[in-house]
């Protein structure tokens, strides 16, 4: 077997499954290799961060300076988009789907995935490990998680008047618009509530697929450049992965900011 990321050079077919293998079952519901590689990554990076961590400390060591600076990091770009309302709420949601899905797009590129495993009646290899972010079912979780954190939280925090005025009302000033014309505007707005509502409906879609596409493609773009020259050629596509993990994490979690951000925010203003 040849140590190569998620590709069959054994003669049989290569590249990489579009979906997840089924490896088993628990509890009679079935076992994937990206729910596998979900749990052994997450707990893995959980106890990494617990052990070196330690318990926090006033004057923090290197592994809690890094958490740190990556918290205030997020916290300064995200509290602007949010606003201030929406920040203690939102915010540790959104630095959870962040470090999530960084270490899981990251971990892909870990010795091992994509390598083991066993083939099937046609000669397929079904590798155990496979990263979350490149089974759809996962990344489609994540952004039905995340709008329905949208709506609670906005609702929450907007108000239901407020959340259904944004979408549906008459943005115009009664008291700069003629009365006319403010009346013709009305079913305009409304109008344009129902295109949003069509909007917010297809968030879910494209957060999923932008993030499944990117790190699928980064598999694919992987499984090739070695397939090509085993050795010095994916070099440079590790790096590139790397970089397209955090940049994914980071639009992941700063479209879901904006989202909330975009009633929240606008509502102290208002």
Do not use: C
Request: without cysteine; charged residues 10%; hydrophobic residues 50%.
């Amino acid at each position: 077997m040849s140590f190569v990321f998620g590709a069959d050079t054994s003669g049989g077919s290569t590249g990489v499954s579009p979906y997840a293998y089924e490896i088993g079952k628990v509890f009679n519901l079935p076992l994937t290799n990206a729910i596998l590689t979900t749990w052994v990554v997450s707990i893995v990076f959980i106890l990494v961060v617990r052990f070196a961590v330690g318990k926090p400390s006033l004057v923090p060591n290197k592994a809690q300076s890094v958490i740190e600076t990556l918290i205030e990091g997020l916290k300064g770009l995200l509290e602007p988009i949010l606003g201030k309302k929406a920040f203690e709420q939102a915010f540790p949601l959104l630095l959870g789907f962040f470090v999530f899905i960084l270490i899981h797009n990251w971990s892909g590129l870990l010795p091992g995935i994509g390598v083991f495993g066993f083939y099937d009646e046609t000669g397929h290899l079904k590798y155990w490990l496979r990263p979350a972010s490149s089974d759809l079912n996962a990344a489609l979780g994540l952004a039905l998680i995340a709008m329905i954190a949208w709506a609670y939280l906005t609702i929450k925090i907007a108000g239901p008047k407020f959340f259904i005025w944004e979408l549906f009302g008459n943005k115009a000033s009664k008291k700069d618009t003629p009365a006319l014309i403010y009346m013709l505007l009305t079913p305009i707005f409304l109008l344009v509530g129902v295109i949003e509502v069509v909007s917010i409906a297809f968030r879910p879609v494209s957060l999923s697929f932008r993030l499944y596409g990117n790190v699928f493609g980064g598999e694919n773009l992987l499984s090739s450049m070695t397939g090509l020259v085993p050795y010095l050629l994916p070099v440079p596509f590790y790096f590139y992965e790397i970089l397209v993990g955090v940049v994914q994490a980071l639009i992941f979690t700063l479209l879901v900011a904006i989202y909330i951000g975009l009633i929240t925010n606008h509502g102290e203003e208002h």
